[in-house]
C-alpha cells in the first residue's frame, strides 16, 4: 500500500532563514509527488508537483521540491521564508489510474521573528 | 475561474437535525471529492465521484449520503450525526482519469455536532 511519512511534525525557524520540510514516499511504481499547503482556517492550495522530467520542481511563493528516486524522497525548500508562510504542509503521492492522493501527516511550519 | 465554493462556511447542528453541505466548481472538473479533516490531521478522503457516478467509498458510515447532481454540484447530506463526526469538510474537484491531475480544494465547512 502506499504511504508517505512526513518527518518533521513541526519546523520552527527564524524569518528570513531556509527552511526543508522532508518527504519520503513509498510506491515504487510510477508516483506522482504533490505539496499543498494549508494557511489557518483555509482549504488546501497546491505548492508545486511532479508528475516527470526534471526532478528539481519550482512551484508558487518561492518554493521548490527535489524528487530522489533512489531516497524516494521530496523534500521542499525554501531559500528564505517569511511570517506569511506559517502554515501546516502536507506531501502527497498518487499514481497513474488511481482517483486518490495518499497524504502525509503533515508538517507545522511556523516562522518566528 | 480556478475556484471551489463551499457554503457554508460554518454549521452547527443537533445529533436529530438533517442537514447539507454544497460544493460548486466551474472548471469543466468531472471527478469531485469529499473529505474529513480534524484538527491537526491530513484530509481522509470519504467520497470521489467520477462522471456523476460514484466511484470510491471509503467506508463511510450512511448518515453520510454524497449526492452529485451534475458535473459541476456535488452535495453532502447529513443525518443523525455523532459529535465525533465534528470536523472541517473539504470538498475538491480535478480533471478525471489519472493520478496526475491536481486536485483543487474549497475553502471548507467547519461542521459542529452537538
Known amino acids: 500500500a502506499q504511504s508517505v511519512t512526513q518527518l518533521d511534525s513541526q519546523v520552527p525557524v527564524f524569518e528570513e532563514a531556509p527552511v526543508e520540510l522532508r518527504c519520503n514516499y513509498s510506491s515504487s511504481v510510477s508516483v506522482y509527488l504533490f505539496w499543498y499547503v494549508q494557511y489557518p482556517n483555509q482549504g488546501l492550495q497546491l505548492l508545486l508537483k511532479y508528475l516527470s522530467g526534471s526532478t528539481l520542481v519550482k512551484g508558487i511563493n518561492g518554493f521548490e521540491a527535489e524528487f530522489n528516486k533512489s531516497q524516494t524522497s521530496f523534500h521542499l525548500r525554501k531559500p528564505s521564508v517569511h511570517i506569511s508562510d506559517t502554515a501546516e504542509y502536507f506531501c502527497a503521492e498518487s499514481d497513474q489510474g488511481a482517483q486518490k492522493l495518499v497524504f502525509g501527516q503533515g508538517t507545522r511550519l511556523t516562522i518566528n521573528p | 475561474d480556478t475556484e471551489v465554493t463551499q457554503t457554508p462556511k460554518h454549521l452547527v447542528m443537533g445529533m436529530t437535525n438533517k442537514k447539507s453541505l454544497k460544493c460548486e466548481q466551474h472548471m469543466g472538473h468531472r471527478a469531485m471529492y469529499w473529505y474529513k479533516q480534524k484538527a491537526k490531521k491530513p484530509p481522509e478522503l470519504m467520497f470521489v465521484?467520477?462522471?456523476?457516478?460514484?466511484?470510491i467509498n471509503e467506508s463511510v458510515p450512511s448518515r453520510f449520503s454524497p449526492e452529485c447532481p451534475n458535473s459541476s454540484l456535488l452535495n453532502l447530506h447529513l443525518h443523525a450525526l455523532q459529535p465525533e463526526d465534528s470536523a472541517l469538510y473539504l470538498c475538491?474537484?480535478?480533471?478525471?482519469?489519472?493520478?496526475?491531475?491536481?486536485?483543487?480544494f474549497g475553502p471548507g465547512t467547519r461542521l459542529t455536532v452537538l
Open positions: 475538491a474537484s480535478s480533471q478525471a482519469g489519472t493520478g496526475y491531475n491536481e486536485q483543487f
Open positions: 465521484y467520477s462522471y456523476e457516478k460514484l466511484s
